[in-house]
């Protein structure tokens, strides 16, 4: 009986049942190949990328570097140096230069003795040229940056415009002045070396513009010096002079004409030379 209630109470049997498990060797396969799908896709995607592109031009001009050196030809190069020009020879360039001239306006310096030509600069007016003496028709070449260029040479001359040479004695009193009372000190100073002193801006009328200049001289100097402003008025933009008590006015009359007493040497301009300009219209 004790058997048979012990059978009978028995906790039952547990089953142990087998687990199937998936071999890692049996995934891997699996795996790469969608990595190598994903791969390929990734790689459809790419074929239309700016990028690629560009890689796939790069590579087509490789190619063609390679095709010529396999034909035997030296691929294609670019130099920086060849589109600046050769360094000159010192030596020849001063054999070239012939003498120099000035410029009458401000001229344009060309690459070659034609109008079309590139303008590679401009000389400003009273600069100063090399010349080589060679002419091509209404041209002259000029030393230009130590290379020969060409300008016109009816824009060239032998001599020093007026008025464009600093003064000697310095350009201190120029301060303020227009541009052609500038003309007319530098052209007088030139002229005239002896005459040394001037007055320039002062506190009232056209002395106070700039538009004026005082040349100091009381002996018969003086005459010479206005017949020469008289002579180059159109070149200096003079308006009109006063010496020695009268006014040459030539807008108005060519001839001089007497003004009434102002009361001293000074006032009458007995002791200088009055010159009126009309600031920046002197002729060229």
């Given at each position: 009986?004790?058997?048979?209630?012990?059978?009978?109470?028995?906790?039952?049997?547990?089953?142990?049942?087998?687990?199937?498990?998936?071999?890692?060797?049996?995934?891997?396969?699996?795996?790469?190949?969608?990595?190598?799908?994903?791969?390929?896709?990734?790689?459809?995607?790419?074929?239309?990328?700016?990028?690629?592109?560009?890689?796939?031009?790069?590579?087509?001009?490789?190619?063609?570097?390679a095709?010529?050196?396999?034909r035997?030809?030296?691929?294609?190069?670019?130099?920086r140096?060849a589109?600046?020009?050769?360094?000159?020879?010192?030596a020849?360039?001063e054999?070239?230069?012939?003498?120099?001239?000035?410029?009458?306006?401000?001229?344009?310096?060309h690459?070659?003795?034609?109008?079309?030509?590139?303008?590679?600069?401009?000389?400003?007016?009273?600069?100063?040229?090399?010349?080589?003496?060679?002419?091509?028709?209404?041209?002259?070449?000029?030393?230009?940056?130590?290379?020969p260029?060409?300008?016109?040479?009816?824009?060239?001359?032998?001599?020093?415009?007026?008025?464009t040479?600093?003064?000697?004695?310095?350009?201190?009193?120029?301060?303020?002045?227009?541009?052609?009372?500038?003309?007319?000190?530098?052209?007088?100073?030139a002229?005239?070396?002896?005459?040394?002193?001037?007055?320039?801006?002062?506190?009232?009328?056209?002395?106070?513009?700039?538009?004026?200049?005082?040349?100091?001289?009381?002996?018969?100097?003086?005459?010479?010096?206005?017949?020469?402003?008289?002579?180059?008025?159109?070149?200096?933009?003079?308006?009109?002079?006063?010496?020695?008590q009268?006014?040459?006015?030539?807008?108005?009359?060519?001839?001089?004409?007497?003004?009434?007493?102002?009361?001293?040497?000074?006032?009458?301009?007995?002791?200088?030379?009055?010159?009126?300009?009309?600031?920046?219209?002197?002729?060229?």
């Amino acid at each position: 009986m004790a058997d048979q209630r012990h059978s009978k109470h028995a906790a039952p049997r547990t089953i142990r049942r087998k687990r199937r498990t998936v071999s890692t060797w049996a995934v891997l396969p699996t795996v790469g190949m969608l990595t190598v799908a994903g791969a390929a896709g990734a790689a459809v995607f790419h074929d239309s990328h700016p990028i690629k592109a560009a890689a796939a031009g790069a590579s087509q001009q490789k190619d063609l570097f390679a095709a010529s050196a396999s034909r035997g030809q030296a691929p294609a190069a670019v130099s920086r140096s060849a589109e600046r020009p050769p360094v000159p020879n010192v030596a020849a360039v001063e054999e070239k230069i012939e003498g120099l001239r000035y410029a009458t306006t401000d001229i344009q310096v060309h690459a070659d003795a034609k109008s079309g030509s590139p303008v590679l600069a401009t000389v400003p007016y009273g600069e100063s040229v090399d010349i080589t003496g060679e002419t091509n028709g209404k041209w002259a070449q000029i030393m230009h940056n130590d290379l020969p260029r060409w300008v016109e040479a009816a824009s060239i001359s032998a001599e020093e415009p007026l008025g464009t040479a600093p003064c000697a004695t310095g350009s201190g009193m120029e301060k303020g002045l227009q541009p052609d009372t500038i003309k007319v000190h530098r052209a007088i100073c030139a002229k005239f070396p002896s005459i040394v002193s001037y007055g320039g801006i002062a506190g009232r009328g056209e002395h106070a513009t700039g538009h004026a200049i005082d040349i100091m001289i009381s002996s018969d100097l003086g005459n010479e010096v206005a017949a020469y402003l008289q002579e180059h008025r159109a070149e200096l933009g003079v308006e009109y002079l006063i010496w020695r008590q009268r006014i040459w006015r030539p807008a108005t009359s060519n001839s001089w004409r007497g003004m009434s007493d102002r009361g001293g040497a000074t006032a009458n301009h007995m002791d200088h030379v009055h010159v009126t300009t009309y600031g920046n219209s002197a002729t060229r």
